[in-house]
């Protein structure tokens, strides 16, 4: 889900480069002016930057009874599905990249073979968490998931080799999995956590990807421009493009959408702020208040509308 179609391939390059080399981003938000404002952090404590860029609770009372209460909750059905999920990927690409040092470029028909056969395994702890049904349907849609990717895969890896007669292995990986999946982070530079995890990145030209397995919203964006500024501040090469692929399964179909954006002067404003924010939060103990409008599977509502 992570590899761009030809369409989106032609926007990144005829559209979001130019236009992101064009605009430009200024050097005080970029990632590698950590130690001075406004990057630099405010307050003596770290959040995970789901924390930060996590906008479903108006609030952010949710950090607030996570942080300053301490209170543990039990994962929601969604969660537990968007962690499945996930895990699924991560085994798939990593499993890919496996088979083809391990088999050769001479057995690619084996390679195609065992990644037909990865099996979609959900851990057995989820099994007391979730009902038979839940569980059912969550079996149905990884395996919808890991149908679509093993062949999306086998597919690049087939149309590598019939161009590149002489290539080896490493060259064959860098080519049809061009990403890097649960990319380690360490996000102190900018006030977050020292062990952060992005979904994937891709390195050809620097790219920050996100998975979700829901509606779209407007705050997801801020999920790729914490992680694009946090390898500015460890690496100083500016990440400027982001994509965040939403995936749905209907009638046993997987929807896929990427949402493709430059990472701007004000999607970094817009993070750095409400980092300051929910830090102040944190450091000071303020109780932001109960929400208007909470939603549904929020895993807090019970004790925050005690």
Same mark, same amino acid.
């Given at each position: 889900?992570?590899?761009?179609?030809?369409?989106?391939?032609?926007?990144?390059?005829?559209?979001?480069?130019?236009?992101?080399?064009?605009?430009?981003?200024?050097?005080?938000?970029?990632?590698? %002016?950590?130690?001075?404002?406004?990057?630099?952090?405010?307050? #003596?404590?770290?959040?995970? @930057?789901?924390? +930060?860029?996590?906008?479903?609770?108006?609030?952010?009372? #949710? +950090?607030?009874?996570?942080?300053? &209460?301490?209170?543990?909750?039990?994962?929601?059905?969604?969660?537990?599905?968007?962690?499945?999920?996930?895990? @699924?990927?991560?085994?798939?690409?990593?499993?890919?990249?496996?088979?083809?040092?391990?088999?050769?470029?001479? %057995?690619?028909?084996?390679?195609?073979? %065992?990644?037909?056969?990865?099996?979609?395994?959900?851990?057995?702890?989820?099994?007391?968490?979730?009902?038979?049904? &839940?569980?059912?349907?969550?079996? !149905?849609?990884?395996?919808?998931?890991?149908?679509?990717?093993?062949?999306?895969?086998?597919?690049?890896?087939?149309?590598?080799?019939?161009?590149?007669?002489?290539i080896g292995e490493d060259s064959l990986v860098s080519l049809a999995i061009p990403v890097v999946?649960?990319?380690?982070?360490?996000? !102190?530079? @900018?006030?977050?956590?020292?062990?952060?995890?992005? #979904?994937?990145?891709?390195?050809?030209?620097?790219?920050?990807?996100?998975?979700?397995?829901?509606?779209? $919203?407007?705050?997801? $964006?801020? !999920?790729?421009?914490?992680?694009?500024?946090?390898?500015?501040?460890?690496?100083?090469?500016?990440?400027?493009?982001?994509?965040?692929?939403?995936?749905?399964?209907?009638?046993?179909?997987?929807?896929?959408?990427?949402?493709?954006?430059?990472?701007?002067? &004000?999607?970094?404003?817009?993070?750095?702020? !409400?980092?300051?924010?929910?830090? $102040?939060?944190?450091?000071?103990?303020? #109780?932001?208040?109960?929400?208007?409008?909470?939603?549904?599977?929020?895993?807090?509502?019970?004790?925050?509308?005690?």
């Open positions: 889900m992570y590899f761009l179609t030809e369409e989106e391939k032609k926007r990144l390059l005829k559209g979001f480069l130019p236009k992101s080399r064009e605009i430009g981003v200024a050097d005080e938000l970029r990632g590698w %002016n950590w130690a001075q404002p406004p990057l630099e952090p405010m307050y #003596d404590c770290s959040l995970a @930057l789901y924390e +930060v860029a996590g906008g479903y609770c108006p609030t952010g009372r #949710d +950090v607030f009874m996570r942080r300053v &209460e301490h209170i543990k909750t039990v994962p929601n059905q969604a969660m537990i599905q968007g962690s499945i999920l996930h895990e @699924l990927m991560v085994n798939i690409i990593v499993e890919a990249k496996k088979l083809i040092y391990i088999k050769g470029v001479v %057995n690619y028909k084996e390679i195609c073979q %065992n990644l037909l056969q990865i099996p979609p395994v959900i851990e057995k702890k989820w099994e007391k968490t979730l009902s038979p049904d &839940e569980l059912n349907e969550i079996r !149905t849609k990884a395996e919808i998931l890991k149908d679509f990717e093993t062949s999306r895969i086998i597919a690049r890896i087939q149309e590598i080799l019939i161009k590149q007669p002489y999946v649960e990319q380690k982070l360490d996000g !102190t530079f @900018l006030g977050l956590s020292s062990h952060l995890s992005a #979904d994937a990145f891709t390195f050809s030209e620097p790219m920050m990807l996100d998975l979700k397995f829901g509606e779209k $919203r407007d705050f997801h $964006r801020l !999920t790729t421009t914490g992680y694009a500024m946090v390898m500015e501040a460890i690496y100083e090469f500016p990440v400027n493009i982001g994509c965040i692929v939403y995936a749905e399964f209907k009638n046993e179909r997987l929807i896929i959408s990427k949402d493709i954006h430059i990472i701007d002067d &004000e999607l970094r404003q817009w993070f750095i702020e !409400t980092r300051d924010e929910k830090m $102040r939060m944190v450091y000071e103990e303020i #109780d932001p208040g109960v929400a208007n409008k909470c939603y549904e599977s929020c895993p807090y509502y019970e004790n925050c509308h005690e």
